[in-house]
Nanobody, 121 residues
């Protein structure tokens, strides 16, 4: 089975930094795009950042210049470095990846369990 496990969330003051990590494990043949989404209370889940296997990135306008997504293909890990955090960044952050597993050789979207990020003084 394929799993995505996030870590690195927590409480941080405005202006602070956090780094989220997401490790993929299981019967994985190929990982394509990996990304981070977030969902604040009473709001829809939104894309924060995404990165292709070749390293091309895409960011939400609200985080450009403050967040950086990166990945280690060998270790099957994607990171989200968050800086200059604002209270409006408070949300549950979810890791997402499009993966072909050895079980059926089909691209499927997988999600992590989510990690809470709270920006507050």
């Amino acid at each position: 089975q394929v799993r995505l496990v996030e870590s690195g969330g927590g409480l941080v003051q405005p202006g602070g930094s956090l780094r989220l990590s997401c490790a993929a494990s299981g019967s994985i043949a190929t990982i394509a795009t990996m990304g981070w989404y977030r969902q604040a209370p009473e709001k829809q889940r939104e894309l924060v950042a995404a990165i292709t296997s070749g390293g091309s990135t895409n960011y939400a306008d609200s985080v450009k210049g403050r967040f950086t997504i990166s990945r280690d293909n060998a270790e099957k890990v994607v990171y989200l470095q968050m800086s200059s955090l604002k209270p409006e960044d408070t949300a549950v952050y979810y890791c997402n990846a499009y993966i072909i597993s050895y079980s059926d050789y089909k691209f499927r979207a997988y999600w992590g369990q989510g990690t809470q990020v709270t920006v507050s003084s």
